[in-house]
């Protein structure tokens, strides 16, 4: 019995110990490209050198005198129907760590979620269809920066914000993402670095119920008028039974794909 314990106090001690290595685990350092003294600089003339090769994303960032500049190219396809639907945090820690205090989250409004919910029956998947960038820049209208507590919530529009997030794609149809803010909005270490991350969200599956938009959907009669319907149906069930099984089998889809989980260090 005392063996038994030794060996099951080994083994948990080896478990602690290689979590704490992994955690441990220095993150890369992608150094920017400096643009000091010169205008906002073009996303295409930002090098993409860094690569992350676990989560297949080409990284560049860039500074200038006022604004951080930050692209992410991620070409694994399979990822994109997860980042339509959960939308992507772009964390800032000044401690080179992987702390979330700081976050830019790009996500779709409740109104959204509940509006594409009942359109996504009878609506193409554009991302499937290769208009990737289209797609969800439709999708992700909703962005929220979050420094350390203090929540500004805004819809992007070109140069009507200091920080202005865009999708689009390469000549490759790879999704790009481009962000711009200024440098005083994000927190560095005295040694001018910090670690980012960028990772899919959390809101995997638009609700159904709730407050809000779809209380004002169910005031409008047609929950009402849906129920009805399916009572007094018969021929009609099937049809209504192949919509929800397209809907899971959507679902079940979105919730196969890869989440994006990407930590790294920058310095300015």
Not at 222 to 242: D, L, N, V
């Amino acid at each position: 019995m005392n063996l038994l314990n030794k060996q099951s106090g080994k083994m948990i001690g080896y478990i602690l110990l290689t979590l704490f290595s992994l955690s441990c685990a220095k993150l890369p350092v992608y150094q920017s490209q400096d643009f000091s003294g010169k205008p906002s600089p073009e996303f295409s003339a930002i090098p993409t050198t860094h690569f992350d090769k676990k989560n297949s994303i080409r990284y560049g960032v860039a500074v200038n005198d006022t604004n951080f500049f930050f692209t992410a190219t991620l070409s694994d396809r399979t990822s994109y129907q997860r980042i339509m639907r959960s939308g992507l945090n772009l964390y800032f820690d000044p401690q080179g760590k992987k702390g979330k205090k700081y976050a830019l989250k790009i996500e779709r409004s409740i109104d959204q979620m509940n509006r594409q919910s009942f359109q996504a029956i009878q609506t193409p998947d554009l991302a499937i269809q290769g208009n990737v960038a289209a797609a969800i820049n439709n999708a992700l209208k909703k962005v929220t920066w979050n420094a350390n507590g203090k929540e500004f919530t805004f819809y992007p529009s070109p140069h009507l914000y200091s920080i202005e997030v865009n999708f689009t794609t390469n000549e490759y149809n790879e999704l790009v993402l481009e962000l711009q803010m200024p440098l005083k909005e994000i927190p560095v270490a005295d040694d001018q670095t910090f670690s980012a991350g960028l990772e899919t969200g959390n809101s995997t599956s638009s609700p159904m119920r709730g407050s809000g938009s779809m209380s004002g959907l169910s005031s409008s009669g047609r929950e009402k008028g849906s129920g009805g319907r399916m009572g007094g149906m018969s021929g009609g069930g099937g049809g209504r039974g192949r919509q929800m099984k397209g809907m899971s089998q959507r679902a079940t889809a979105t919730g196969s794909s890869p989440a994006v989980s990407s930590w790294f260090k920058v310095a300015l």
